[in-house]
């Protein structure tokens, strides 16, 4: 069934183009990510070569997770690649050289799940001198990569699951946003910054020296599992421009974290650290953990230009004015799973944490539902 389909598949995308010109062309998309090991393989260089012509603004290549077949780069040569605005290449080789030609005018280029090397990246970087928007998902050869400085227009930049990418190291001076999952080592000239990471991934205290951020100033931060969150302190240090500063505590039912003793001489303190610019702060799905009070304890005494700290003990659904469940109670069962936590959690707020909250800073505590958690269920 599977094999006739793709033969299907073949002849009708193979008659379509052997009928056309490929002049006038704009867009082609090529989905193959259904097909198994399907012919039409044998036939992607020929239709690329009618459709690839100059005047093509969009490209998209969805290959099979089979095999990594090759993407033919000649056909961008010879400037037939030169209109195209948007490359998207997806379970493939790409292996441009220098031969490739000029994209001149590439705006976005989002590779996922293709096999291309550091060095193979940046050669292709260098034809691409308009890219504005890069994305690489799941690519597992690159271990090394730079952004070179030309890239004057580069001002977006996603890099997620490339797990073997050891050094990053950015001189484009115009990327206000980087998407980044796994904390990179050498990232420059940023505005904002979203991190996702898994707590095993992690090693705050050698990824960050003082001052690696100098422009950054909106960060975002998603960490999966149990974590010293205090270790945070020394990226905050990183950041001296930095104003908002968003952190998501994502668990499992069996995560543990260490609890906060009831003696608050034990709190971790550290000298040295002023937060002179943070306004806003947020902290979602907040635990009654040690390190997460000790973390907002800190940017509580060390940020003077604070005005607002969010503890969202739920997990941003609810409303913060008048605690009522955003959705419909059965969904929202399904969701908060740790309901005692959560309660653990407003305890610690008000015992460790609501006293050491400046007048001029205003404290927003997101509590369960009343309707959905009352009292009776949480004891």
Not at 4 to 9: Q, W
Not at 356 to 379: F, N, W
Request: proline residues 4%; hydrophobic residues 35%.
């Amino acid at each position: 069934m599977g094999k006739s389909r793709d033969r299907c598949f073949t002849c009708t995308v193979n008659d379509i183009l052997k009928k056309h010109s490929g002049i006038g062309v704009k867009t082609f998309e090529l989905d193959f990510s259904r097909c198994c090991k399907p012919k039409a393989y044998e036939y992607l260089y020929r239709w690329l070569q009618i459709v690839v012509t100059p005047g093509i603004e969009k490209l998209t290549l969805e290959m099979s997770g089979d095999e990594a077949i090759n993407f033919p780069c000649p056909v961008l040569s010879d400037g037939n690649g030169s209109s195209i605005q948007y490359l998207h290449l997806g379970r493939c080789a790409f292996r441009p050289t220098d031969s490739l030609g000029c994209l001149r005018n590439l705006t976005e280029l989002h590779l996922d799940w293709v096999r291309i090397t550091g060095d193979e990246l940046g050669c292709l970087l260098s034809s691409c001198v308009a890219l504005e928007r890069l994305k690489l998902t799941r690519c597992p050869e690159i271990t090394y990569m730079k952004i070179p400085s030309w890239l004057q227009r580069l001002s977006y930049l996603q890099v997620l699951e490339c797990h073997r990418l050891r050094i990053l190291r950015n001189e484009a001076p115009n990327i206000y946003s980087f998407h980044f999952k796994e904390l990179p080592y050498s990232v420059l000239n940023l505005e904002t910054l979203r991190i996702c990471s898994r707590n095993e991934l992690v090693n705050t205290t050698m990824a960050f020296t003082p001052s690696k951020f100098l422009h950054l100033k909106h960060v975002g931060i998603c960490i999966i599992g149990a974590y010293d969150y205090f270790s945070l302190v020394s990226f905050l240090d990183a950041a001296p421009l930095l104003e908002t500063f968003d952190l998501r505590v994502v668990t499992f039912k069996q995560t543990i974290g260490e609890l906060i003793s009831n003696n608050p001489s034990q709190l971790q303190r550290v000298a040295g650290y002023h937060h002179d610019k943070l306004q806003r702060v947020k902290i979602s799905r907040f635990y009654s953990w040690k390190s997460l009070v000790e973390l907002t304890c800190h940017i509580l005494e060390n940020s003077s230009s604070l005005q607002r700290l969010t503890l969202d003990t739920t997990d941003d659904r609810f409303d913060a004015a008048t605690s009522k469940c955003s959705y419909n109670r059965l969904d929202k069962y399904s969701f908060l799973d740790k309901p005692m936590e959560a309660h653990k959690a407003v305890l610690a707020i008000r015992k460790h944490i609501k006293g050491k909250v400046p007048s001029t800073v205003q404290l927003d505590v997101v509590e369960p539902c009343r309707r959905c958690y009352p009292i009776r269920h949480l004891s």
